[in-house]
């Protein structure tokens, strides 16, 4: 079965950083497009940065020029560098993936169990 296990989450005060880690594992074909998402309490689920296999990223105008999204493709690990941390960047972030496995005609996504980011002033 494929598997997304998050860590790097904890408590930080506002200014300070933190580095959040995905790794995938299982029996996998390929992996596309790998990326973060958080969700703080009573609030939808947001994206946050996303990178593809060759590299390319994108991220939400309120993470820019704070976050960086990178990847080990050899790993099948994805990073999420977040520097300058503000309080209203708390919430539970989501590592998210878009796998093929090896018995899978087409790619679907696969999501881990979150871990929690809390910025305080």
């Known amino acids: 079965q494929v598997q997304l296990v998050e860590s790097g989450g904890g408590l930080v005060q506002a200014g300070g950083s933190l580095r959040l880690s995905c790794t995938v594992s299982?029996?996998?074909?390929?992996?596309?497009?790998m990326g973060w998402y958080r969700q703080a309490p009573g609030k939808q689920r947001d994206f946050v940065a996303v990178?593809?296999?060759?590299?390319?990223?994108n991220y939400a105008g309120s993470v820019k020029g704070r976050f960086t999204i990178s990847r080990d493709n050899s790993k099948y690990t994805v990073y999420l560098q977040m520097n300058s941390l503000k309080p209203e960047d708390t919430a539970v972030y989501y590592c998210?993936?878009?796998?093929?496995?090896?018995?899978?005609?087409?790619?679907?996504?696969?999501w881990g169990q979150g871990t929690q980011v809390t910025v305080s002033s």
């Open positions: 998210n993936a878009e796998i093929r496995g090896i018995v899978d005609i087409s790619t679907r996504d696969y």
């Open positions: 299982g029996s996998i074909r390929s992996i596309d497009a």
């Open positions: 990178i593809t296999s060759s590299g390319r990223t």
